[in-house]
């Protein structure tokens, strides 16, 4: 197997620098797919040039001087204003400004517009300021970076999988500043940019030379975004393979040799720590012709879009894989997929159709960026979406320039300027057209533009112009899209037929020697089809071609709809309507409930479904693209049931759901231990603490302890509910709540191999003297171990004469 058995052996194997070498010979490069110049592909009217601009005055809207603030604070310099406030002034201050170097270089990129350039040009005057104050290459905002970094170079780690010695996931915030860099060189040419990013590639590799492979490995289970993506971008661009090194050491060596050997280990995973990650061996087997890298890559892709992901092209629930044979927790959250996720597995896409050209990766890009992508973005006020809840007769919430700035917020200031990317691709005399996007393409190198006048989907067809300073042959390929069948893909070439025998899921080449006004017509027929969840089960979505249907069930308590600047503002918090209350698709006549769902006359895109929907008050339900659905509550997955069916069904959930609806109102606030944001959200301490999943389910245990804060505003808490696992044995370990100790536990197994719940009176005096935050702490006694934690919830007292 290629370089297969350590870091080591990769970096001896780096030797083979013709490789590399010859990658950046001009010659090589035409050997391969290549993809146009954002400034050389204009969007044209279209819903993707609508949310570009969106995006531009959401960008424009941003305070530079507040966002540079974290970064000239580290560097000891006197910011200009203060933070802005959520994640970018607790703990993960400064990872947005390196998304807004991206989103600002793209949107220069795609628009030309001179005042983002000006915006750019000043960032990276100010980074640089920032840079030489510290005067060893870094930049960043991590809160204590001076003796953070110290301690790494030391080899004093303490990584866990969200947090690097007591800071809150600082390679991820610092991989942003990388990416900003070096987006700002390869979008708009900025030298300052680039020196800076070699600067700061050189302070990485002084900070890590004195460390094992082993001790690199061990702080790479802390989650770091895609930094052996962008250290082998720097070799590229550099052509100096000492970076190609350090991009091999920064690959996580945990998920690749799985991935190698195709094994299926991302069940409770972090879903957006591995998937940049594996954007990185991507990057790493291009330039280094790594057949490995490259087969882990595509395996991984394989099983996320094949195995994990819903009909809008996002995967994940609360931000990790769950089992791929399972999917009701997709149904039951109100946390459904990350925007994150799909950004990064778009990346992925891309780089795996440059490698190999197939138009499955086109298919999948196409499906995420028109039902997620596009969707997550407010289409008039701006704001951006951090999960998009599959269950139904949830919403979303929209976040806010002022109090807003997650990590979607970050990727969502860049997913909106670059649609332009991926509508199509060359490689020397083949034209590749992917997506139906209204678009003008300048191929200055051939002196040709193609102009693609189109209103997919509203239209189902597009047509494309040549416009050539002098005939010349040129092989234009059209993308054959699986959504539709065999034989109805039509294309006139100057109202001339072309005859062709491609299937589904391919290109059809027309190569001739085209003129000046030369015109292509394809008609795009779309079907109506229904999708079950990937694990089978029997929930369906609607889907018209490539396009996800969906339907508002309401707009009553929409919390939050737009964010504060709360912890857990990205989350839906408005209450969740019992899956009993929600439509429901009938099977009674048939299974294929497409073939009953019908276009509604005189509008576009807008269907229903009268005869397969339950109870009787959703009959009238339309159905419309989800991307098209804001500030409501709405269903895409609908339970497939026959008549009788549904009321065995209702019976079950209507018991679990008064359960459930009890639980929540004695609930005060909860936390999943193990899970990166409910963590996060809690400020998460801990010393010599460990996560991992049993039976699908997340656990934090600690040889030393961990804490999280609690919060209770009205002072309502009596009580604590913490879940375990019976089998769980030799655990002896104390509970505190604000330093006061509440139980001291010794457990041996005896509660056998199930999981149980177990309540701890929070004494009055605690109470008291709480200002309504409460640090709950399990504490190891010497030589031992807390038990797993798999939940924790702050409860009310349900007996009213106890809390009276």
């Given at each position: 197997?290629?370089?297969?058995?350590?870091?080591?052996?990769?970096?001896?194997?780096?030797?083979?620098?013709?490789?590399?070498?010859?990658?950046?010979?001009?010659?090589?490069?035409?050997?391969?797919?290549?993809?146009?110049?954002?400034?050389?592909?204009?969007?044209?009217?279209?819903?993707?040039?609508?949310?570009?601009?969106?995006?531009?005055?959401?960008?424009?809207?941003?305070?530079?001087?507040?966002?540079?603030?974290?970064?000239?604070?580290?560097?000891?310099?006197?910011?200009?204003?203060?933070?802005?406030?959520?994640?970018?002034?607790?703990?993960?201050?400064?990872?947005?400004?390196?998304?807004?170097?991206?989103?600002?270089?793209?949107?220069?990129?795609?628009?030309?517009?001179?005042?983002?350039?000006?915006?750019?040009?000043?960032?990276?005057?100010?980074?640089?300021?920032?840079?030489?104050?510290?005067?060893?290459?870094?930049?960043?905002?991590?809160?204590?970076?001076?003796?953070?970094?110290?301690?790494?170079?030391?080899?004093?780690?303490?990584?866990?999988?969200?947090?690097?010695?007591?800071?809150?996931?600082?390679?991820?915030?610092?991989?942003?500043?990388?990416?900003?860099?070096?987006?700002?060189?390869?979008?708009?040419?900025?030298?300052?940019?680039?020196?800076?990013?070699?600067?700061?590639?050189?302070?990485?590799?002084?900070?890590?030379?004195?460390?094992?492979?082993?001790?690199?490995?061990?702080?790479?289970?802390?989650?770091?975004?895609?930094?052996?993506?962008?250290?082998?971008?720097?070799?590229?661009i550099t052509g100096d393979k000492k970076y190609l090194d350090l991009a091999y050491r920064f690959s996580h060596e945990y998920l690749l040799h799985p991935l190698e050997e195709q094994k299926d280990v991302l069940n409770g995973m972090h879903a957006n720590t591995q998937i940049p990650?594996?954007?990185?061996?991507?990057?790493?087997?291009?330039?280094?012709?790594?057949?490995?890298?490259?087969?882990?890559?595509?395996?991984?892709?394989?099983?996320?879009?094949?195995?994990?992901?819903?009909?809008?092209?996002?995967?994940?629930?609360?931000?990790?894989?769950?089992?791929?044979?399972?999917?009701?927790?997709?149904?039951?959250?109100?946390?459904?997929?990350?925007?994150?996720?799909?950004?990064?597995?778009?990346?992925?896409?891309?780089?795996?159709?440059?490698?190999?050209?197939?138009?499955?990766?086109?298919?999948?890009?196409?499906?995420?960026?028109?039902?997620?992508?596009?969707?997550?973005?407010?289409?008039?006020?701006?704001?951006?979406?951090?999960?998009?809840?599959?269950?139904?007769?949830?919403?979303?919430?929209?976040?806010?320039?002022?109090?807003?700035?997650?990590?979607?917020?970050?990727?969502?200031?860049?997913?909106?300027?670059?649609?332009?990317?991926?509508?199509?691709?060359?490689?020397?005399?083949?034209?590749?057209?992917?997506?139906?996007?209204?678009?003008?393409?300048?191929?200055?190198?051939?002196?040709?533009?193609?102009?693609?006048?189109?209103?997919?989907?509203?239209?189902?067809?597009?047509?494309?112009?040549?416009?050539?300073?002098?005939?010349?042959?040129?092989?234009?390929?059209?993308?054959?899209?699986?959504?539709?069948?065999?034989?109805?893909?039509?294309?006139?070439?100057?109202?001339?037929?072309?005859?062709?025998?491609?299937?589904?899921?391919?290109?059809?080449?027309?190569?001739?020697?085209?003129?000046?006004?030369?015109?292509?017509?394809?008609?795009?027929?779309?079907?109506?089809?229904?999708?079950?969840?990937?694990?089978?089960?029997?929930?369906?979505?609607?889907?018209?071609?490539?396009?996800?249907?969906?339907?508002?069930?309401?707009?009553?308590?929409?919390?939050?709809?737009?964010?504060?600047?709360?912890?857990?503002?990205?989350?839906?918090?408005?209450?969740?309507?019992?899956?009993?209350?929600?439509?429901?698709?009938?099977?009674?006549?048939?299974?294929?409930?497409?073939?009953?769902?019908?276009?509604?006359?005189?509008?576009?895109?807008?269907?229903?479904?009268?005869?397969?929907?339950?109870?009787?008050?959703?009959?009238?339900?339309?159905?419309?693209?989800?991307?098209?659905?804001?500030?409501?509550?709405?269903?895409?997955?609908?339970?497939?049931?026959?008549?009788?069916?549904?009321?065995?069904?209702?019976?079950?959930?209507?018991?679990?759901?008064?359960?459930?609806?009890?639980?929540?109102?004695?609930?005060?606030?909860?936390?999943?231990?193990?899970?990166?944001?409910?963590?996060?959200d809690h400020f998460i301490e801990s010393e010599d603490s460990n996560i991992g999943v049993n039976r699908n389910r997340h656990w934090r245990d600690a040889q030393g302890w961990f804490s999280y804060r609690l919060v209770d505003k009205e002072e309502e808490a009596r009580r604590l509910r913490i879940?375990?696992?019976?089998?769980?044995?030799?655990?002896?370990?104390?509970?505190?709540?604000?330093?006061?100790?509440?139980?001291?536990?010794?457990?041996?197994?005896?509660?056998?191999?199930?999981?149980?719940?177990?309540?701890?009176?929070?004494?009055?005096?605690?109470?008291?003297?709480?200002?309504?935050?409460?640090?709950?702490?399990?504490?190891?006694?010497?030589?031992?171990?807390?038990?797993?934690?798999?939940?924790?919830?702050?409860?009310?007292?349900?007996?009213?004469?106890?809390?009276?």
């Amino acid at each position: 197997m290629h370089c297969r058995n350590s870091v080591l052996k990769r970096r001896i194997s780096v030797v083979t620098l013709l490789i590399l070498l010859a990658a950046f010979n001009a010659n090589a490069q035409k050997k391969k797919l290549e993809f146009f110049l954002h400034k050389d592909v204009k969007l044209l009217d279209s819903p993707f040039q609508d949310a570009m601009q969106v995006d531009l005055d959401y960008i424009m809207e941003l305070e530079p001087n507040r966002l540079l603030a974290p970064f000239l604070k580290e560097a000891g310099l006197e910011p200009k204003a203060e933070s802005y406030p959520n994640w970018e002034n607790t703990g993960l201050d400064g990872h947005i400004g390196g998304h807004y170097l991206t989103a600002l270089s793209l949107m220069y990129a795609s628009t030309g517009k001179k005042e983002v350039l000006k915006r750019l040009d000043y960032m990276l005057r100010e980074l640089k300021l920032a840079q030489d104050a510290i005067g060893n290459g870094y930049i960043g905002g991590v809160p204590g970076s001076t003796e953070l970094w110290e301690e790494i170079a030391s080899g004093d780690i303490d990584a866990g999988s969200f947090s690097l010695n007591d800071r809150w996931v600082p390679l991820y915030n610092i991989h942003k500043t990388y990416a900003g860099l070096r987006d700002a060189y390869l979008f708009t040419g900025n030298d300052l940019a680039k020196e800076m990013l070699i600067d700061y590639s050189d302070w990485m590799i002084d900070i890590t030379e004195d460390l094992s492979e082993e001790q690199i490995q061990d702080m790479l289970r802390s989650e770091h975004g895609g930094l052996n993506e962008v250290f082998a971008d720097v070799a590229q661009i550099t052509g100096d393979k000492k970076y190609l090194d350090l991009a091999y050491r920064f690959s996580h060596e945990y998920l690749l040799h799985p991935l190698e050997e195709q094994k299926d280990v991302l069940n409770g995973m972090h879903a957006n720590t591995q998937i940049p990650k594996v954007v990185g061996f991507e990057t790493i087997a291009s330039l280094d012709e790594n057949k490995d890298f490259h087969e882990a890559a595509k395996y991984f892709w394989e099983n996320v879009v094949k195995k994990r992901t819903v009909a809008i092209g996002g995967n994940s629930v609360r931000e990790h894989f769950h089992p791929t044979n399972d999917f009701a927790s997709m149904i039951s959250s109100v946390q459904g997929p990350e925007t994150c996720n799909t950004y990064n597995m778009l990346k992925l896409s891309k780089k795996l159709f440059q490698a190999e050209a197939d138009e499955k990766y086109i298919d999948y890009y196409e499906q995420g960026l028109y039902n997620h992508i596009l969707s997550s973005q407010h289409p008039e006020k701006g704001g951006f979406v951090y999960f998009t809840p599959m269950r139904p007769g949830h919403y979303r919430v929209y976040s806010q320039p002022e109090t807003s700035f997650w990590c979607c917020v970050g990727s969502g200031l860049e997913n909106h300027g670059k649609y332009n990317e991926l509508i199509y691709a060359y490689k020397n005399n083949d034209l590749y057209v992917n997506l139906f996007i209204p678009s003008k393409l300048n191929w200055k190198e051939k002196g040709i533009s193609l102009t693609q006048q189109t209103h997919f989907p509203e239209q189902e067809s597009t047509s494309f112009i040549i416009n050539s300073k002098r005939p010349q042959k040129l092989n234009l390929k059209l993308r054959y899209p699986r959504w539709i069948p065999a034989g109805e893909f039509e294309v006139e070439v100057n109202g001339e037929a072309l005859k062709f025998d491609t299937e589904p899921g391919y290109y059809v080449p027309i190569e001739r020697k085209w003129k000046d006004g030369d015109r292509v017509e394809v008609k795009l027929p779309m079907q109506l089809s229904s999708e079950r969840l990937p694990d089978g089960s029997d929930y369906k979505s609607l889907k018209y071609g490539p396009i996800v249907l969906a339907a508002k069930t309401g707009e009553e308590d929409l919390q939050g709809l737009f964010a504060d600047a709360s912890r857990g503002g990205h989350i839906a918090a408005g209450k969740s309507i019992p899956l009993t209350q929600m439509p429901y698709f009938l099977s009674d006549k048939t299974e294929n409930i497409e073939k009953l769902v019908k276009k509604v006359p005189g509008k576009s895109l807008t269907f229903s479904a009268p005869e397969v929907l339950y109870p009787e008050r959703y009959k009238d339900l339309k159905f419309i693209p989800f991307y098209k659905l804001h500030e409501s509550r709405y269903v895409i997955y609908l339970p497939l049931e026959t008549t009788e069916g549904i009321k065995e069904i209702n019976e079950k959930l209507r018991q679990l759901e008064e359960e459930e609806k009890i639980l929540a109102a004695l609930t005060i606030d909860m936390v999943a231990p193990g899970e990166q944001q409910p963590e996060a959200d809690h400020f998460i301490e801990s010393e010599d603490s460990n996560i991992g999943v049993n039976r699908n389910r997340h656990w934090r245990d600690a040889q030393g302890w961990f804490s999280y804060r609690l919060v209770d505003k009205e002072e309502e808490a009596r009580r604590l509910r913490i879940t375990y696992f019976g089998g769980d044995s030799n655990r002896d370990f104390k509970i505190l709540v604000n330093d006061k100790l509440i139980a001291q536990e010794s457990f041996n197994g005896l509660e056998g191999n199930r999981f149980f719940e177990k309540d701890y009176t929070i004494p009055p005096g605690i109470l008291k003297k709480s200002e309504g935050v409460l640090i709950l702490r399990f504490e190891a006694m010497p030589g031992s171990s807390t038990a797993g934690v798999y939940g924790i919830r702050l409860m009310k007292n349900n007996d009213k004469q106890n809390e009276k």
